[in-house]
């Protein structure tokens, strides 16, 4: 991640993308593990008191957000390659740096309404942001499927010359 900041070799869009995303990994990593693994000793240790419900709120609270993180930014890598790919032209012009920090932005805004959905929003905005995940997957899902595709009709093409 920082590599990527400092070296201005390895600024390129798709290592801006992999370092957001690299970066939530850590954020689940230095919080969201820790975390589990104490709310997992209180429930061994059989407390399930007022701490052990309030801590595991937060901890499932920062889990949903960083999933919503993780699945965000895939939609924007996919987007990014499917762009690469399917539109090589217009690449250069459309996917530039900044759009994928703005993009990577407003991801971690998301995720972040995710984190604080319990205390400040309500019932029909959280359905509605549910269901913007699951429309999310499916774009990963369209996005790899067409890249795919793509790739072995030009397999093919490369084949039959």
């Known amino acids: 991640m920082v590599a990527v900041k400092t070296n201005r070799q390895l600024r390129t869009k798709s290592n801006v993308s992999l370092a957001c995303l690299a970066t939530t990994d850590l954020v689940v990593g230095l919080v ?33 957000s960083c999933f919503v993180a993780t699945l965000n930014l895939f939609v924007v890598l996919s987007a990014e390659c ?54 999310c997957l499916a774009l990963v899902v369209y996005f790899n499927v067409s ?4 790739v072995r009709r030009n397999e093919k093409q490369i084949i039959a010359n």
């Open 147 to 150: 890249v795919c595709s793509e």
């Open 82 to 135: 499917y762009l690469a790919i399917k539109h090589s032209f217009a690449y250069e012009n459309l996917v530039t740096e900044v759009r994928i920090i703005v993009a990577s932005g407003l991801v971690w805004a998301v995720a972040i309404i995710f984190l604080v959905r319990d205390f400040f929003l309500y019932n029909f905005i959280i359905k509605f942001l549910v269901a913007t995940q699951f429309m």
């Open 32 to 64: 969201v593990q820790p975390l589990q693994i104490i709310h997992y000793s209180f429930m061994l240790k059989g407390e399930t008191g007022r701490i052990c419900s309030t801590q595991f709120k937060m901890t499932m609270a920062i889990n949903s």
